[in-house]
């Protein structure tokens, strides 16, 4: 059934708190991101609730164009609390949402980077790249926008103002270092020995608390639609 006026807004305020969950008990408070908390008190961070059931682009592209008009906003997540995908098709249309807005805007002109995010993902500790899909879990589908530009300022050591990375806790001397690996997988080093120091039961007790808390709180909503 589609939710009535007043349902809708209450789930787009769940789906915002759930979410802001994932940021504060996930990013912040486990030391995942060493700017995540700048991010937010600076106010250069913007999430959208779409409440679409099915894979079309328009309210994606929608979104997007609102953040291409705001040089502020440096990060932006796009929640979609009610498109029940697997994981692999998400990560599909993601892809598709990219791809669109490259042809729509022409290579190169598109200033953000997308990243797709989703709850289902088991931890595997075996490669530093194998558990990035594990530390993406949050509590709905999501696919994160990164503003091109901080990345590029990132990856060159230059001061940027505020800068944010969902799962990007990492060591900031490996900039100064010659022969640095790249971005991501400094990234994704420092992100498995921060899990493994936390310990994954840990990590994965607090991310399933936050999956239950979304599940009961959209099991009620689903009950008055």
Known sequence: MTPTGG??????????????RYEKEIVEECGLCPWA?????????????????DEALEPSAAAIES????????????????????????????ARVRDAEAERRGPGNNPFVLAAFHPDAKPDLSDPERLIPFLRRTPDA???LVRGSVLDHVRSGTPQGTRFFSMGAFD??????????PLRERIARTNLATTERMGVDELTRRLDDIRRDRDESYRALQLRT
Do not use: N
């Open 37 to 53: 908390t700048r991010a937010r008190t600076d106010d250069k961070v913007r999430e959208f609730v779409l409440m679409q059931t």
């Open 142 to 144: 999501t696919v994160q």
């Open 172 to 181: 900031p001397t490996a900039f100064v270092t010659p022969a640095a690996p």
């Open 7 to 20: 349902v809708t807004e209450t789930w787009v305020r769940e789906a915002l708190r759930v979410h802001r």
């Open 67 to 94: 953040l291409c008009k705001d040089d502020r906003i440096e990060v932006a997540f796009l929640i979609y609390p009610r498109l029940e995908i697997p994981r692999e098709d998400f990560h599909a249309f993601a």
